[in-house]
């Protein structure tokens, strides 16, 4: 049994209380890859960090990490760092597109989705605005949005 999927019975259905078990033991694995995200951004001067719950807007993922860099060594350096500490972790390694442009930067660990964005790239593609009815969550790690 792999950690976040619950045995199915025969018949293939998850019984419902180990469904939610499945679910909070996927939200403590996105609440610590959310927070190591975070801090190495910090560390690597990322700004304008928000973190998005889209779980009820968009069923292929359940977080949004946004992050703005001031170029684009700066954000193939903050990708760097998180594959990096993430892979060191036994987290699954993440699908990363855009690297070597550093336009726009996207780290898909399935439930949490990175973007690290070259300021120019965030406002053109304005995510902060397209998501802006999902539930913010970004005092839950930075202690303010």
Known sequence: MSIGRPPA????????????????VNNVEDKEILE??????QDKKGEEIRILDVSQNLGITDFFLLVSADNRRQAQAICAEIDTTMKRS???KAKIEGYQEGWWILLDFDTVVI?????????????????????????????SP
């Open 9 to 24: 019975r025969s018949d293939g259905v998850i019984p419902p209380k180990l469904a939610n078990f499945a679910r909070l």
């Open 36 to 41: 190591t995200a975070v801090r190495i951004a």
């Open 90 to 92: 036994g987290v699954p």
């Open 115 to 143: 973007h690290i964005f070259q300021e120019e790239a965030r406002r053109f593609y304005d995510l902060d605005n397209l998501w802006g009815d999902s539930v913010e969550r970004t005092k839950d790690f930075l202690g």
